[in-house]
Nanobody
Framework: QVQVVETGGGLVQTGGSLRLSCTVS????????MGWFRQAAGKEREFVAA????????NYTDSVKGRFTISKDNAVNRMYLQMSGLKPEDTAVYYC????????????????????WGQGTQVTVSS
């Protein structure tokens, strides 16, 4: 059984910063490509950012490019989303997702078809 847990959400003012963390546990010697999604109240869940298992490649939705940075530490199966220049429209529940992949896809960035999801962490940006 794989567990995905997000931490780091909270309330911040416009222009502020937050760092989200996501830890994957439950299996050893597994390779995970990972991603962040968010869902605002009354809206569908949307893709935010994703990173390859190797950490060498990343992909971002246009609205967060230049403001958000995704990274990961494979030694501890943890991923991060550093968010700066936050705007009220960034307010949402942020979800971490993980996908187990074969080693030869180490540099591939997945933006969909994730296998495991966290419970979400609330990010609220006040104006």
């Amino acid at each position: 059984q794989v567990q995905v847990v997000e931490t780091g959400g909270g309330l911040v003012q416009t222009g502020g910063s937050l760092r989200l963390s996501c830890t994957v546990s439950g299996r050893s010697f597994s390779n995970y490509a990972m991603g962040w999604f968010r869902q605002a109240a009354g809206k569908e869940r949307e893709f935010v950012a994703a990173i390859s298992w190797s950490g060498s490649r990343a992909n971002y939705t246009d609205s967060v490019k230049g403001r958000f940075t995704i990274s990961k530490d494979n030694a501890v199966n943890r991923m991060y989303l550093q968010m700066s220049g936050l705007k009220p429209e960034d307010t949402a529940v942020y979800y971490c997702a993980a996908k187990e992949i074969p080693t030869y896809y180490a540099d591939y960035v997945y933006t969909q078809f994730f296998d495991w999801w966290g419970q979400g962490t609330q990010v609220t940006v006040s104006s």
